[in-house]
């Protein structure tokens, strides 16, 4: 934020590091444990009394010190050099916060030169005693070098107690400090053998060469002994929450976890080849080939180092952008950009928004992104998503995946962002796609099924059990939502007391419109056996029921139902129709004689508009999941949960997300471990979606957009200014209500650690909720079944008895509310966005109204007389007062 940015786009400022930064390290473990061996190859050619050691140490002496004095210093100095181009910010903490330890550490290196330069140009003249002393001074200082080097470098990784108390030796002496200051220490002994190959394969003389291949090969496998306890203390040393990104989150690192064991691995391989191979091609072959294994080695290990610290530059501290964790909130509040001091901009506006994105994109994504270059490359990585979809996962962005920075700055400078990289560097429209417009246009109006109340003996009550019936239509890669409207009836015998007919008839069902089967959508039947393991006849439902039959008496409910009608949104012709009508008749059992018949609307829909942030097209008619939507879906899951979902879909294994999430709604058990489908849905996408209140909801369900309303009832009525969130709590908290019951789920604590509730004021004070069977009752606001108070809300208030929910509630005269006041959602007067009347046909049928069957004083319809006691409910004699949009009646 204080320092210009090095915009550098093909080859990125942390490939540039690395490359400098690994040769450097590699060389500097060498100058630390080929000090040891110089000592003590001195001591050995002392007490065996053997010029031939003192021979070959003289020579390597020379070698070690070109490599170790003139290279590793020089690499140091780059090493400063681009780490204060790159991430100035951070090298500054560094500086101000252990300058005294890097004075230090010069002292140390100093006396490295020093030992190192007398004992070179003077290794023939100093007596042995001298000349020991001089090869131990040189060990010791390279060694102390490691020790205040290696303080630094952790407190990078882990920087303990420093983040309260600003102390200089909690930041030195933190948490990984002593395990690595170990670790490494035995990495340098390996190196010191490993680069003693190199010197000792151009011996002349084969018996003398053997025998120090062995000695080197001795530095090479004893440290072992060290390395492997001290790499697991290192390993444990490193907080749990850093470990969780680095090995469980990060999808870079696996290749370099597969490095280190296989260079590992050859590494000894090769010593064992150099030990005991006599020709001496392939002991310098195997030795050429073990400096740059042992460099992968070193590269390997320093990248999971740095990876294990992400989404930090200096861990808790500051981010690997640069903006420091202590800034953030102001950041949020102002924008960046108001902080930025070398920024050409300090507030984004319509006419600066691209430019303003790309001052953004620099000071936020290009310290680890390329553009189309090496590594990490911005394209490939965005270009999965179009603008909607960046905008949900700049915002995110470290909330679950934590590997990377928040988002930092306004929600302007966000969509700004989202804008500059969708335009300049996918070049592609800055627009967001329309919610699913499901192309169908107006329905011919419905006509009005008879009814004469001086001769018709009997009211057929017929609903569908949901407001509007969600498939997803993607069955060649998965499902969730299989086709399969459920409608219930029951069948009244009218009098002063009338009664429920429950035998003697049969009750049947018939679709007017044939949905079932359109042409190009058949894939429901066709992958039925892959999904659902059965084969299900064509044209029918997971119960086994057609787009005609007849119901199933339910003695326990005391209704008449039809399970599992397998309906979809769309006619032959390809357009969309979202609430297909039912014709529903019932006749006596035997002769078959017609005692009722009435209508009822089946909503059904596929716009769940996934396409909008996972990338694709609608399937058909502008709604529904394409396949190129879905593969997307299937990839972000394996992506993000290590599973291999695309590939066995697309090798005719669809997959059925209810295998491994409960689903109540469909009496799907999942797995134990596993959250249910509604809190993994909701939970994590609540994560990426925070901040839109209602506008959420409308992402996934089809609230009002387009041909197919999801809240077409009273409470969506403008009368009623009722949204989704009076209810079910907006996106966020109605998913922590979700995450609550799964609490004890593995993953339910991570997704729901970064949702901030909106109506209370904590997690803990929002009670835990079983989708489907645990929702607000109507209780929860008509208290008494009066006019609910002022900022009434239901919100927070779940009935845990499934039985007591709006849907299933009976009267004392085991009448359905569903049967005189509408389907869930669509509680009359329903007002429907495509044609008026096709979600109040019986109200129309039996009252002449719009309104709930009986209202307005209309008890006759079943009593055949007006009543003066509210038999079925208090406050019911009374005329209707929210007319929902039928003003006229």
Not at 3 to 29: D, F, M, N, Q, R
Not at 156 to 164: A, H, R
Not at 496 to 509: C, F, T
Request: with cysteine; aromatic share 12%; net charge negative.
């Amino acid at each position: 934020m204080n320092y210009p940015i090095w915009e550098l786009t093909y080859i990125g400022g942390p490939s540039l590091i690395a490359l400098i930064a690994v040769t450097h390290v590699y060389i500097a473990h060498l100058a630390v444990g080929g000090g040891v061996f110089l000592w003590l190859t001195d001591i050995k050619g002392f007490r065996e009394n053997s010029p031939e050691i003192h021979g070959y140490l003289k020579k390597h002496i020379s070698f070690f010190l070109l490599l170790t004095m003139v290279f590793g210093a020089v690499s140091g100095v780059g090493i400063w050099f681009i780490i204060a181009l790159v991430n100035p910010a951070a090298t500054t903490i560094l500086i101000h916060n252990f300058v005294f330890g890097w004075a230090i550490e010069w002292v140390f290196f100093f006396g490295e030169i020093a030992a190192l330069l007398i004992y070179y140009y003077y290794f023939d003249r100093m007596d042995r005693k001298t000349r020991l002393r001089i090869a131990f001074l040189y060990a010791v200082f390279a060694w102390l070098s490691l020790f205040i080097i290696n303080g630094i470098i952790d407190f990078m990784l882990t920087s303990g107690k420093w983040i309260e108390t600003q102390n200089f030796w909690d930041g030195f002496f933190n948490p990984t400090y002593w395990p690595s200051l170990f670790f490494r220490t035995f990495i340098a002994f390996t190196f010191a053998g490993l680069f003693g190959y190199l010197t000792t394969v151009f011996l002349e003389e084969e018996k003398f060469r053997r025998r120090m291949l062995r000695y080197c090969t001795k530095w090479l496998l004893l440290p072992m002994l060290g390395l492997i306890p001290s790499a697991l203390w290192y390993y444990y040393a490193v907080p749990l929450s850093f470990r969780e990104v680095a090995f469980g989150m990060n999808r870079d690192l696996p290749p370099f976890l597969h490095l280190l064991p296989g260079m590992t691995a050859l590494i000894f391989l090769l010593g064992i080849v150099l030990s005991v191979a006599s020709g001496r091609g392939v002991q310098k072959a195997a030795a050429f080939l073990l400096i740059p294994v042992g460099l992968f080695w070193m590269g390997g290990f320093e990248y999971t180092r740095e990876i294990a610290r992400k989404p930090y530059v200096i861990a808790n501290f500051m981010y690997s952008n640069s903006i420091p964790v202590a800034e953030v909130e102001l950041l949020n509040r102002d924008g960046v950009l108001k902080h930025a001091k070398w920024s050409a901009i300090d507030k984004v506006t319509a006419e600066n928004r691209l430019e303003a994105g790309r001052e953004i994109f620099n000071l936020e994504c290009l310290a680890c992104h390329t553009v189309g270059g090496i590594r990490n490359d911005i394209l490939p990585l965005a270009g999965k998503f179009p603008y909607r979809g960046l905008l949900a996962q700049l915002t995110g962005m470290g909330k679950i995946r934590r590997y990377m920075p928040p988002f930092v700055g306004t929600e302007e400078e966000k969509a700004a962002l989202a804008a500059y990289i969708t335009s300049e560097l996918l070049h592609r429209e800055v627009a967001e796609p329309p919610g699913s417009p499901a192309s169908g246009g107006a329905l011919e109006e419905t006509q009005i099924p008879p009814f004469d109340p001086k001769k018709d003996e009997y009211v057929l009550l017929a609903w569908n059990s949901a407001g509007m019936q969600e498939v997803s239509d993607c069955d060649e890669l998965f499902s969730y939502l299989p086709p399969g409207n459920t409608v219930e009836a029951q069948l009244l015998k009218r009098g002063p007391q009338p009664v429920l007919i429950s035998e003697g008839v049969e009750l049947s069902y018939k679709v007017e419109d044939q949905h079932a089967n359109p042409a190009g959508h058949d894939s429901f039947w066709e992958f039925s056996e892959a999904l659902y393991g059965r084969k299900i006849e064509a044209g029918k439902g997971l119960e086994g029921k057609g787009v005609e039959g007849v119901f199933d008496w339910d003695a326990e409910k005391e209704i008449y139902r039809a399970k599992g009608v397998p309906l979809l949104p769309y006619r032959e012709d390809g357009t969309f129709n979202a609430y297909p009508l039912v014709t529903v008749e019932a006749r006596e059992s035997g002769n078959g004689k017609l005692l009722a018949s009435t209508k009822v609307a089946a909503p059904v829909s596929t716009q769940m508009d996934c396409y909008r942030c996972h990338g694709g097209e609608p399937r058909q008619a502008g709604a529904g999941i394409s396949k190129e939507t879905a593969a997307a879906i299937l990839q972000a899951h394996d992506r993000n949960e290590k599973t291999s979902l695309y590939k066995e879909a697309i090798a005719g294994r669809p997959q059925l997300c209810q295998s491994c999430h409960a689903d109540p709604s469909q009496e799907d058990g999942g797995k134990p471990e596993v959250l249910n489908l509604s809190a993994a849905m909701h939970g994590w996408h609540a994560n990426y979606m925070s901040g839109l209140g209602d506008e959420a909801c409308q992402y996934c369900h089809p609230l009002a957009a387009g041909a197919g309303g999801g809240l077409r009832g009273v409470h969506g009525s403008p009368g009623a200014n009722l949204n989704c969130s009076n209810c079910h709590g907006t996106f966020e908290d109605l998913s922590i209500s979700l995450l609550n019951r799964e609490s004890d789920k593995p993953s339910a604590p991570a997704i729901m650690k970064n949702i901030q509730p909106r109506m209370a004021k904590s997690i803990g004070d929002i009670a835990p909720r079983t989708p489907w069977l645990e929702n607000p009752d109507c209780f929860a606001c008509h208290v008494d079944f009066q006019q609910p108070a002022e900022g009434a809300t239901a919100f927070n208030h779940w009935n845990q008895s499934p039985e007591e929910l709006y849907r299933s509630y009976r009267d004392n005269a085991l009448i359905r509310c569903t049967g005189c006041h509408g389907s869930s959602h669509a509680i009359y007067p329903a007002l429907n966005p495509v044609e008026k009347f096709r979600d109040v046909l019986q109200p129309m049928q039996y009252c002449g109204k719009p309104f709930a069957i009986g209202a307005d004083k209309s008890c006759a319809v079943c009593h055949v007389k007006e009543m003066e006691d509210p038999i079925h409910h208090e406050n019911m004699l009374r005329m209707v007062r929210d007319k929902g949009g039928f003003e006229g009646f």
